[in-house]
């Protein structure tokens, strides 16, 4: 008699039942198990159609792979009920049907470390309302799908499996279905790696790879949904995405990279959402968005590297397109945005090192940027013809050929934009082009700051240029509308007049003639004059205490202003760093002496504006690895031609910070200020010994800055002052007796890290006006000596040391 090949376990439970039984087919195994018994099977390859409808468990004597079932017909195995399968090969080579069928409302099966190796209709399919899990499996089916999920209600999980081959998409969810993939990759699939259509239909995949595909990574249509989330998309010969049908994707810290199409095509009102994502080596967009109600949105990702030569993002057929906090660099074209009532909306975004243009508009669409940066561009922004047009507010282009190009009817806006160094025209403006200039400043070109010609109905508010080669303004004929512009190479004329050009060079002489024929001349006038520096000055010797402070900045003004006179005398001048280290406790004045030592090297024409930008450590580190980089270069750009003030700065490098984010801020601000010596003064601040650790972090860090000025604690007499100072700035007056007990006060206070020096002052000086509030609204009619005098009762009670 032949060896039984199929041992059935009885549960303890069933008690009425023979312990155990042996058999030659799994057939009849199944038909004589139990819910709850294993059946144990033996090596070898079984060519029946299984079927298990009860909650067994089944697994191979042997260990995983000795056990394959393998019909010649129809489904291998069909799981109607909650058992546990482990570690079978499935086999099969019916075309028309599955290799495992999953199906039922009862049928909620756990599989593990199976694997599916067939030439069937599916590799896996589940159906019925069933909810299976897979657990480390794999599929190969090289002629039909790798896993198929169809019908509401239905919903599988797989964790660390894979589809290895599949003759259409790895995965399909179809018809309301779900599934949750984690840790799972699908390869060399076709048509898609992963299918989502029908209403209802959805994935979520975490931590997956769908790569090798013919066709789309992902393919979403029909009003289906997925959402990834740091998933790699890469190696397919279609589209990374392509959404169609009103479907929607979220992809969170996922990366689609080496694309021969686009990274995402969407079309048919169809959403895709990305959230500190990377996008990078397409062929042809990284985002491709058409028709109306079709939605992209990009939130602190990185789009770079493109192999062809068309637009990054694209944008038309009335499409809608957000961006926030995204960097876009080395590209051929940054953004197109096409057709009537397509719009692209951009905060605090940076497009650099692109070929041709960062930004188009044309055909009536319309952008609105805010705190862009545009940086190394062919054109930065172009807006093509009538009806295209836009808002831009705060936004920054450098290094560019022309900054700003107006043309044919385009109509844009921009507010307080600042261009510099450009290679031709800051903003050129032709061929009925209009525009509003508002607040704008063009600096440091190779051309003219503003250059409008054919007559243009260009309006100019308060715009200013400066340092530009060949003229601030050059108006070719009458049309431009200027009110309150300005220009460094404008005097104003002697006597009371209104100020007209007169230009340093002949081709601005020209442009003043042609403006002055017209009825009503552009008037340009002369940049004014900055506060003197011997006024900031006195404001720093006005401040209370810090006598070594004041010596230390007048020293470095002295130096500044003695080499600035000798390159006018011709003369080589010390090359002088202007970074500087304050040190010391809050509340001895490193903001207010910062802002003063801006206006001051201003004053002097070393900084273009003097203006401050103070941040912190929350300002400049981002939550993922890029995003720091980011936006400490944006706190940067923020100070060009002024001082960045960065307040505790040795929170940037902490002590047990070796893979802190902090160091990315410190490496790229490192960068930045030799990149742009002389555009921007850099403070950093905090405590004495902390900062010498700041200093240390980088090895270029303590070679950038200058000297360390150490700001000391007030004193007593230091700390009454500045109580006086707030006194005579509210109208208060202080009491002789309240003076003395504010000194006694002052030195009895605790002076520990948390001492606030100048800001402990004021703070006491508010809380006396609250008490002495609270005392005179109890008097029947107060005199007016009574509303202003401070007396020793309304002193806050003392902190002894």
């Not at 997925?226 to 890469?234: A, F, K, P, Q, T």
């Not at 979220?250 to 694309?259: E, P, S």
Request: hydrophobic share 40%; net charge negative.
């Amino acid at each position: 008699m032949a060896e039984h090949r199929v041992r059935v376990t009885q549960d303890s439970a069933s008690r009425w039942r023979r312990r155990a039984g042996e058999y030659d087919t799994l057939a009849e195994a199944l038909a004589a198990a139990e819910p709850g018994d294993t059946v144990t099977v033996r090596p070898g390859t079984f060519r029946e159609n299984v079927v298990v409808d009860k909650a067994v468990t089944i697994v191979p004597a042997q260990g995983p792979g000795s056990v394959r079932i393998d019909p010649p017909g129809g489904v291998p195995l069909t799981v109607t009920a909650s058992a546990t399968v482990r570690d079978l090969v499935i086999e099969g080579s019916d075309r028309s049907s599955p290799a495992v069928l999953v199906t039922g409302e009862d049928a909620a099966p756990a599989f593990a470390g199976c694997r599916v190796e067939t030439r069937s209709a599916a590799g896996i399919e589940v159906t019925g309302g069933a909810r299976p899990t897979f657990r480390g499996c794999l599929v190969a089916n090289p002629d039909g799908l790798g896993l198929r999920l169809r019908g509401a209600g239905t919903a599988a999980a797989f964790e660390d499996c894979e589809v290895s081959a599949a003759g259409q998409a790895g995965l399909a969810v179809l018809g309301g279905a779900t599934a949750a993939l984690e840790r799972c990759r699908v390869h060399h699939a076709s048509g898609a790696g992963v299918l989502l259509s029908d209403p209802g239909s959805a994935a979520e995949l975490t931590g997956c790879e769908i790569y090798e595909i013919r066709g789309s990574g992902v393919q979403a249509e029909a009003h289906a949904g997925g959402r990834l989330v740091d998933c790699d998309i890469h190696r397919v010969t279609g589209n990374g995405l392509t959404l169609d049908g009103e479907a929607e994707l979220v992809l969170t810290g996922c990366r689609v990279h080496d694309l021969p199409e686009n990274a995402a095509d969407l079309r048919g009102r169809a959403r895709l959402s990305l959230v500190s994502s990377t996008v990078r080596d397409f062929g042809r967009g990284a985002l491709s968005v058409w028709d109306q109600g079709t939605e992209a949105s990009a939130e602190s990702c990185e789009i770079h590297g493109s192999n062809g030569e068309y637009p990054a993002l694209w944008v038309s057929d009335g499409a809608r397109l957000t961006l926030t906090d995204c960097a876009l660099h080395d590209l051929p074209d940054a953004l197109f945005v096409l057709d009537r009532d397509s719009a692209a909306v951009a905060e605090g975004c940076s497009f650099s090192r692109i070929r041709s243009s960062a930004v188009s508009v044309s055909g009536g669409a319309t952008v609105t940027l805010s705190g862009c940066r545009v940086q190394e561009a062919g054109t930065g922004l172009w807006f093509r013809d009538h009806g295209s047009g836009g808002l831009l507010t705060g936004c920054e282009i450098s290094d560019v050929a022309t900054g700003v190009i107006v043309t044919k009817g385009a109509d844009p806006v921009l507010r307080d934009c600042t261009i510099r160094a450009g290679s031709d025209a800051g903003v050129y403006v032709s061929a009925q082009g209009r525009g509003t200039f508002e607040d704008c400043r063009v600096s440091h070109g190779k051309g003219f700051g503003f250059h409008i010609i054919d007559g243009c109905r260009t309006v100019l508010t308060r715009c200013r240029a400066e340092q530009n080669e060949r003229a601030g303004f050059e108006f070719s004929e009458p049309g431009p509308v200027v009110e309150a512009c300005t220009s460094d190479d404008v005097v104003a004329a002697p006597g009371p007049a209104t100020e007209i050009p007169v230009p340093r060079t002949q081709r601005a002489a020209a442009t003043s003639s042609l403006a002055s024929a017209a009825p009503a001349p552009a008037v340009i006038g002369p940049i004014p004059d900055c506060r003197p520096a011997d006024e900031a000055l006195a404001e720093l010797d006005g401040l209370v205490g810090l006598a070594t402070v004041k010596q230390e900045v007048r020293t470095l003004i002295d130096l500044i202003s003695v080499g600035r006179r000798r390159r006018q005398a011709g003369l080589k001048a010390p090359s002088l760093r202007r970074h500087l280290v304050f040190t010391g406790a809050p509340g001895t004045g490193k903001t207010t002496v910062a802002r003063l030592y801006g206006e001051i090297l201003a004053s002097l024409g070393v900084l273009q504006r003097g203006h401050l930008v103070e941040v912190a450590r929350v300002d400049l580190v981002g939550e993922h690895i890029g995003s720091t980089a980011i936006r400490t270069a944006a706190a940067f750009d923020r100070a060009r031609g002024g001082v960045l003030f960065i307040d505790e700065a040795y929170a940037l490098a902490p002590e047990d910070g070796a893979r802190d984010f902090g160091r990315e801020a410190i490496d790229t601000l490192v960068k930045l200020m030799e990149d742009h010596r002389d555009e921007v003064v850099v403070i950093v601040a905090g405590y004495t010994a902390e900062m010498e650790r700041f200093l240390s972090a980088n090895p270029g860090v303590s070679s950038r800055f200058s000297r360390t000025i150490t700001f000391p604690d007030y004193s007593a007499d230091e700390l009454l002052e500045i109580a006086r100072a707030q006194c005579a700035e509210h109208e208060y007056a202080l009491a002789d007796a309240t003076e003395q007990a504010l000194l006694d006060h002052f030195g009895t206070l605790e002076r520990g890290p948390s001492f606030g020096n100048g800001r402990t002052a004021r703070q006491v000086f508010e809380t006396m006006v609250e008490r002495h509030a609270m005392r005179v609204a109890h008097l029947d009619d107060p005199s007016t000596e009574d509303l202003q005098l401070l007396v020793p009762a309304d002193l806050p009670a003392p902190r002894r040391a």
